[in-house]
């Protein structure tokens, strides 16, 4: 049985909660809701979740004063819980409405590492890593040559080649800026292709090290998976705004700051800000808004379909409220 690890950071559990039932309403799996410096009140959001189905469990990052960066709870995950014979990860952003499983368990059988999610902000072209890239960044799951560069959004990984690769390649699930850490080999392997780029998201260098070895990975969409994309970090950008980035230095510095301008990261924002509005709007009124400002076509269609699928979850999900949980969207109505 396939447990997936599902990472919420502080300001989300209210809104993204929601679609936990989903998860087990359309999947045999089971979830790990992983909380990464979450407050008490979101925990007890959580566990009050993980209540209803013998498939949910919560776990607590060890954090101490900051949000763990991706990589580093990854790294975290994967160390922990080494007796999976498939380490997975789902961003907690991601919204299933039918069984996934059915298509991912036969890839999952040819392959050494099945990937997905595309936010539904990104365009094809946001998808592929150019020559004149230097960031790699969460959209790119192909090089313009067609090598497979993976997902940081979701995940699922045989062990046993997952260790042979960190064994071999010297690499983690991290975040890289710096490559002179991995295996000379491997580093001459990425230099030969014109992979050797300054930053990589979590975990993109590793799974380029599926290729060095000659080892099946594949990529593939779902119609019954819907990415929102960065909705963690617009309520983390929002919180640090809100305070000071200084008291938050590392995950700032990975979450917030990149120094190549992207056409995405607009729409990305424009998404996020959106929804974030939209589910403050449904739980305060019980119902879609119909005056938010249309966004251009097709992705007015599927911000449309999340924020109908919130409304409904809504009505399906009587739960406690928790006064002291710094949601966004409780906190709008205060």
Not at 33 to 48: S, T
Not at 69 to 90: M, N, Q, R
Not at 93 to 104: M, P, Y
Not at 222 to 241: D, F, K, N, Q
Request: aromatic fraction near 8%.
């Amino acid at each position: 049985m396939i447990t997936v690890n599902v990472i919420y950071t502080p300001g989300t559990v209210h809104a993204l909660s929601r679609f936990i039932p989903l998860l087990v309403g359309h999947t045999p799996w089971r979830y790990r809701l992983i909380a990464n410096h979450c407050g008490p009140a979101e925990r007890r959001l959580l566990r009050w979740h993980a209540k209803g189905s013998s498939r949910l469990t919560v776990h607590q990052l060890p954090t101490t004063n900051e949000v763990m960066p991706l990589g580093k709870a990854l790294c975290t995950l994967a160390a922990t819980y080494t007796s999976d014979e498939v380490f997975a990860f789902a961003d907690s952003d991601i919204v299933v409405t039918g069984d996934i499983a059915r298509e991912f368990e036969p890839l999952l059988n040819r392959h050494e590492a099945v990937f997905s999610g595309a936010p539904i902000w990104a365009t094809d072209s946001d998808q592929i890593l150019t020559d004149d890239q230097t960031e790699v960044a969460g959209p790119h799951h192909r090089t313009a040559a067609g090598i497979a560069l993976g997902s940081s959004y979701f995940g699922l990984y045989h062990r046993t080649a997952l260790d042979r690769v960190m064994r071999e390649c010297r690499v983690t699930l991290d975040k890289y800026t710096d490559l002179t850490s991995c295996d000379p080999r491997f580093q001459a392997f990425l230099d030969n292709l014109g992979l050797a780029r300054a930053s990589y998201v979590p975990p993109k260098v590793l799974n380029l090290g599926y290729t060095y070895l000659g080892l099946p990975i594949v990529y593939h969409e779902s119609p019954h998976l819907h990415h929102i994309g960065g909705y963690s970090m617009a309520t983390y950008a929002r919180s640090v705004t809100a305070t000071s980035a200084g008291d938050t230095p590392t995950s700032a510095a990975e979450i917030l700051d990149y120094r190549e301008e992207r056409p995405h990261m607009r729409r990305k924002t424009a998404v996020c800000d959106r929804l974030i509005r939209s589910f403050a709007t449904i739980d305060r009124i019980g119902r879609t808004p119909t005056d938010s400002t249309p966004l251009p076509e097709p992705l007015e269609a599927r911000v449309q379909l999340i924020e109908r699928i919130y409304a409904s979850q809504l009505v399906a999900q009587p739960r406690p409220t928790f006064a002291e949980t710094t949601d966004p969207a409780t906190a709008s109505r205060r």
